[in-house]
Nanobody, 115 residues
Framework: VQLQASGGGSVQAGGSLKLSCVSS????????MAWYRQASGEQRELVAS???????NYAESVKGRFTISRDNAKNTMTLQMNSLKPEDTAVYYC??????????WGQGTQVTVSS
């Protein structure tokens, strides 16, 4: 499974961006997918995750501002980010988990939020 992330960019605080992650190869239906981010000098952290059935989980810092979704028919996961803050600046990565120790990562997309 190869993941291709896109949609990053530069916005001012309060703006919005929508990230997409497309999976090539095997279907994503049964697998948990997630968005992570890594700010400069920081550890990678979980932003949001979504199960194959559509159950979601969010980091406290993004609750109410970010929405994760998926379209299994299109092998696509998205992250709608609203009310962006400078502290959301990071490289965002998508991940699919196909079992214990079986993760695949996308290449990352830069999000920069200026104040």
């Amino acid at each position: 499974v190869q993941l291709q992330a896109s949609g990053g960019g530069s916005v001012q605080a309060g703006g919005s961006l929508k990230l997409s992650c497309v999976s090539s190869g095997r279907r994503i239906n049964d697998y948990v997918m997630a968005w992570y981010r890594q700010a400069s000098g920081e550890q990678r952290e979980l932003v949001a995750s979504i199960t194959g059935a559509g159950s979601t989980n969010y980091a406290e810092s993004v609750k109410g501002r970010f929405t994760i979704s998926r379209d299994n028919a299109k092998n696509t996961m998205t992250l709608q980010m609203n009310s962006l803050k400078p502290e959301d600046t990071a490289v965002y990565y998508c991940k699919i988990n196909r079992g214990v120790g079986n993760d695949s990562w996308g290449q990352g997309t830069q999000v920069t939020v200026s104040s």
